[in-house]
DNA sequence: ATAATCCGTGCACACGTGTGCGCAATCAAT
DNA sequence: ATTGATTGCGCACACGTGTGCACGGATTAT
């Protein structure tokens, strides 16, 4: 019933076990003859490496933590898919957890992690404090963050974005370009620091270009709801009779709201544009399909495994900042007539 | 630079290494001074414990590992999420792998969790064929299949699942209460045994309503494309002249197909019905909103860890087949005037 | 022929943890 | 006071693997 080990090799091939550790691992000083041998009994018996024991001696796992705030947001389950790609092209094995938006439950998924002894660990969104930094800090496993909601300035961790406050410049050229006047915000307080990014690079554009204040409106839900229901939420308490376009904080929240526009018969893009961000799978079959920020969002992933890969091996890195691009779809139009002004 | 060990708090503590291990483990024969000092010191050195060591020692791992087809699929994303919680509500940690529906990869990674030693594997999607079982089997590794594609009447294997007929009868009755009477089929070749059962459900259903021949067309696409895609081109491939009616293999398909009659000018539900399956969290918010055939995704991903835990514990277990439910959305309607017969 | 080199292998230890067994000390019972 | 039970702790081993060092035998150089 046990498992086959070295020891039960060496015992069929009658040598130690130490030749067949060598043997199995193609140290040259094994004579070939004993070598062949001793492979073949190893395939005979259906020997398996135990990583685990490997991992004991080596003082390394060749594992890596990740945590993400929820694996059925379509957002994340891209950048997951980018994770494990380069994490098993790289024979390095996954361990994953959620955090489900809630920074005492990242910092326990991150102690686990660490019992376990992981050689690097990946928190998405993380909202980790002062308090919890400090934790980390001792714990001394290499760290990149991806897409952090809070400032790490703390020398030995590393950070994998996307450039928020340019995104939201790009939402607000396009729209102002098709001469909408008067927006609105749709956003997630979930993500405390890229909502603000968004937001700020929205509205300072606009502000640039010599908006009022009194024609942006910025709104958020308090909700822990579906992104998508919050969206369908906040677009019904806006006054359409001004607005005519919305920027969203993602996807999920701008199809909410579109679903929300067509139940009250809104036309959209007609009398009202909606712009969103990551462009998800789903954004380009949504009616109309979505105009959206895309995020590279598998690349994203492979980045921040690569990042962490690096940092592993000792190597000078830098943190990424990725850059979206505008995708222009069919639910953004120029704004109805009369309404500039 | 080197971790802290209990060989370190025992130097501290000045006792021996096993008087801490049990101290830490709260074994009654240790006196209550030097256990409160023990933990003290512990606690000052910032000690964790070494699950690595401790797998080794207890020949086993409390860790177990799930592959799926594919991270970014919607409905995978539920199913990891329910696998997650309860996993990690056991103090269990994941391993996380995606194989791409390749039944080469899927044996691949397999290897790789059992080199790791996770106690039990969660296998979704499984396409393993005989030979691929029979290492499996030699492995000797408590599996469970989660909606497997093919039939493993293997003895020591688990399985959780839907059941594919019923929602396929489902889906006839509904289409076929509301009149429709000349239907098609939208597959997908990618999971074989699951998209067998959902059209036969269907098309026996229909065959048994007296349904000619000729009225049920089935469409499969042996392309790899996404499934949104793939339900685009396939509803591209209909003959809308008879057609009234459509039964998608999922949600993503079915939306797919959505925006292609969206596209060409084809009102659903007015003109044509469109039921998909699934129930992902978008389906409710497309437009229309979508009549679908739900499955209890987490409770899926739930169910099968739950039947994992069960089995390594040793308990006796049968496995589970949970059924789909009808969800009528506006996707769906009665079928235009003058096309029953 | 002797010494120097090289090749192939085993001994023994380490990684960090848990535990059966034994031993000394304390306590209660006769 | 001697015996018996109880308590508190350490010794030594095990889990499976990798590797520095030493050692014996074969080969080559002097």
């Known amino acids: 019933m046990r498992r086959v080990s070295i020891e039960d090799i060496a015992r069929h091939a009658e040598v130690s076990h130490s030749t067949v550790s060598r043997a199995l691992r193609g140290n040259k000083r094994i004579s070939l003859t004993v070598r062949t041998r001793i492979l073949q009994i190893a395939n005979e018996l259906g020997y398996t490496p135990n990583a685990i024991a490997q991992s004991l001696q080596q003082r390394q796992t060749n594992t890596t933590g990740l945590v993400v705030p929820d694996m059925a947001d379509p957002f994340w389950g891209e950048v997951v898919k980018g994770v494990e790609a380069v994490s098993m092209h790289n024979q390095k094995a996954l361990f994953l957890s959620a955090s489900q938006y809630d920074p005492s439950r990242q910092l326990a998924v991150i102690e686990v992690f660490h019992q376990r002894r992981v050689d690097g660990i990946i928190v998405g969104d993380s909202q980790l404090g002062d308090a919890q930094m400090n934790r980390l800090a001792r714990i001394k496993v290499p760290t990149v963050f991806l897409n952090s909601q809070v400032d790490h300035a703390y020398p030995g961790f590393h950070a994998v974005g996307i450039d928020n406050y340019a995104g939201g410049v790009l939402a607000a050229q396009h729209l102002?370009?098709?001469?909408?006047?008067?927006?609105?915000?749709?956003?997630?307080?979930?993500?405390?620091?890229?909502?603000?990014?968004?937001?700020?690079?929205?509205?300072?554009?606009?502000?640039?270009?010599?908006?009022?204040?009194?024609?942006?409106?910025?709104?958020?839900?308090?909700?822990?709801?579906?992104?998508?229901?919050?969206?369908?939420?906040?677009?019904?308490?806006?006054?359409?009779?001004?607005?005519?376009?919305?920027?969203?904080?993602?996807?999920?929240?701008?199809?909410?709201?579109?679903?929300?526009?067509?139940?009250?018969?809104?036309?959209?893009?007609?009398?009202?544009?909606?712009?969103?961000?990551?462009?998800?799978?789903?954004?380009?079959?949504?009616?109309?399909?979505?105009?959206?920020?895309?995020?590279?969002?598998?690349?994203?992933?492979?980045?921040?495994?690569?990042?962490?890969?690096?940092?592993?091996?000792?190597?000078?890195t830098i943190d990424t900042i990725l850059t979206p691009t505008l995708v222009v779809r069919h639910s953004s139009a120029p704004a109805p007539k009369g309404t500039a002004q």
Not at 241 to 249: I, N
Not at 255 to 270: F, N
Not at 284 to 296: E, K, V
């Open 176 to 316: 102002w370009a098709l001469g909408h006047r008067h927006l609105a915000y749709l956003g997630s307080t979930k993500r405390p620091a890229s909502n603000q990014m968004r937001s700020l690079g929205f509205a300072e554009t606009l502000r640039g270009y010599g908006l009022p204040l009194g024609a942006l409106a910025t709104h958020h839900s308090t909700s822990l709801a579906d992104d998508l229901r919050i969206g369908y939420e906040l677009a019904s308490a806006i006054d359409y009779t001004q607005t005519t376009a919305l920027f969203c904080y993602n996807d999920s929240i701008a199809l909410g709201a579109l679903t929300y526009c067509r139940s009250v018969g809104i036309d959209v893009p007609q009398r009202l544009s909606i712009v969103g961000f990551d462009d998800v799978a789903i954004a380009q079959f949504s009616m109309p399909a979505l105009t959206t920020i895309a995020q590279p969002k598998v690349a994203l992933g492979e980045t921040a495994m690569q990042l962490l890969l690096a940092v592993l091996a000792g190597q000078p």
